[in-house]
């Protein structure tokens, strides 16, 4: 079974056409590494996948739903880190993630290993978001993604701002997610580290694949 | 869905309790505007007496333009709008918890302002009730399309400007509403409050409706 | 930048059908300014200020129709996303607006000589027009803030929606409230005009209406040709977005 389907999509923002037609297919378990230059449509590739982008045509199918059509049932089965953290700053590191397990609707016990799993000390529990650095922040963020247990993670820029630690940390969650079943899509320009961590490289350019390796 | 809207509102009077803006800004900014209309009518209590009404909702107006703008950057400064949606959260359930959040800080507000009009403009209340009632049905609809707006605006320039423009005059009835019940109640004016307050339930339920069916698709597409 | 898809470029938003209505409107404001200066009486009470109907009726008509058509246009767009309907309730409430200060300017001026005010805050028509009219200027404001299309689309269509459905709430308030209007009642249902004040009434009515239609016409053109512009044609456009992968591009990321 397809985890993403897409075929000749086309997305605009605005006006300007981000995605050109595009055509991928992942299955169940790849490390999918989308690399190209900023703005060749990465991150709005992302958002299709997400259900969280109109498409102007072509077809979008995530966990074999449409991501138009369908879009509940999709955005209920990824889990999106985006550029923001979506964390509210006057809310505590447990508060934000007892939010949005509960907005959710997961269980909300899987916060303490989700905190534990990305070295988020116990210390910084109760501080409230604001006082954490850039890292920290994105850290909580990709807790978030963790308790939402997806079958389809959506990673944009993950290494981004996180220490040497930070990042051994995420290739670890990225390989245990994808061995447990899970799909692993992630946009990144940190080719050294993503390079050996990805099963697959996927280059795209000018809203298009241009170039599609698998390992 | 109830336990959404439990759960929305719950988080803004939570990050409200945490960061106080409403409580040490807004508050404080009210009770100013209340001195500030003294000085403006030269504490002249026969004018002041017989505005009174008039300016506590004038004030609450203002009031709600921040707790509105409030509410609204809550949710916009780090996408945590985009974040509900995927959580899969109702959008109903965002609108009515977030407009819940807003009306009991309204709420709170009032409480504050209905001593500073009995201690600043000697305000004598005939009706308690007539009071409570006001507040609480003028606070709903003032609420409903506050929220409604305030995400109406989320995602465009200069938001802090188009906002009062858009919401004032949408407002305009219940100022007229709510000021003629509080002249009842205050007996300043003889009029039958309870009737306003029949027209602000409608205002209210009709902006209800409204938020409820239109929140989804601002939410989606803005 | 772009290019329209076809090759004829159009130079102006006239056609035959404009330029007829064009006509028809200068001949009938022709008409309309004789008659209302000259032909139509003094009235016993209003005398010459009563020559100000002519413009301040037909406005008050027009002002009203336009928001209509605006919401209309705006429950169009939310219902079958059309974009000819979202330019319609555009270009509706930009007319419309125009239409609305005009009705307040006439019956201010109209109301100095004749109620000895410029302005009168029981009066319920007068309350609820200027109200439209500031709910018509955050329309504008929402229109002109700019952004996705379809965004600002939905957005101004959910005020106008908002604003539609408060006005009458507006109105009742305001009645309540003062429970009294010094507001002339229907001038043509009373039966007390002249018959030629009457007739150069409704002739005032058709003329605006035709001159509203007129400048729709243009406005819903130059809109659609507007768009037209911005979008340019999807195929070239995506064939630009394509011959990127094949150049260095260092835009923001997307």
Redesign the interface.
Known sequence: MSIIALDGVVALLGRFPALAGVDLDVGAGEIVLLQGPNGAGKSTLLRVCAGLQRIESGRALVLEHDVVSHRAAVRRSVGLLGHDTALYDDLSVEENLRFWARASRVDVDAVDGALDRLGVADRLRDVPVRHLSAGQRRRTALAAVVVRRPRLWLLDEPHAGLDQQGRDLIDGLVRQAATAGATVLLASHELDRTMGLASRHVTVAGGTITEDRTI | MWRDVVLVAGKDLRIEWRSRVTFSQVVPFAGLVLVLFGFALDANRPVLERATSGLFWITIMFVTTLAVQRSTSIETTDGARRALLLAGVEPVAVFAGKAAAVAVQLLAVELVLVGGIVVLYGAEIDSFLLVVATCLVATVGIAAAGTLLGALVAGVRARETVLPILLLPVLAPVLIGATRAFDDALGSVAVDGWAWIGMLAGFGLINLVLGALSYGVLLEET | MTTPASSEVPVHTGSTTTRLLGIAVLVGLVALILLGFFGAPKDDEQADAVRLIFVHVPSAFLTYAAFSVTAVGSVMW?WKRSVWWDLVAHGSAEIGVVFCSLTLFTGSVWGRPTWNTYWDWGDVRLVTTL?LL??M??YL??RS???????VA??SA??A???A??LP??N???E??FDRTLHQKSSLTDGNLEDLTLFTLLLGVVVWSLFYVWVMIHRFRVGWLEREL???D?DL??AQ??????T???????
Do not use: K, P
Request: no cysteine; charged share 20%.
């Open positions: 939310l109200i500031l709910l200027v955050g404001a929402v803030m700019g952004g996705d299309d379809s965004a939905t957005r959910i005020v929606l908002i604003a459905v408060n709430i507006v009742r308030s305001v309540w409230w911005r979008f340019g999807l456009a995506l977005r394509r011959a990127e992968a094949h260095i591009n260092d835009g923001g990321d997307r």
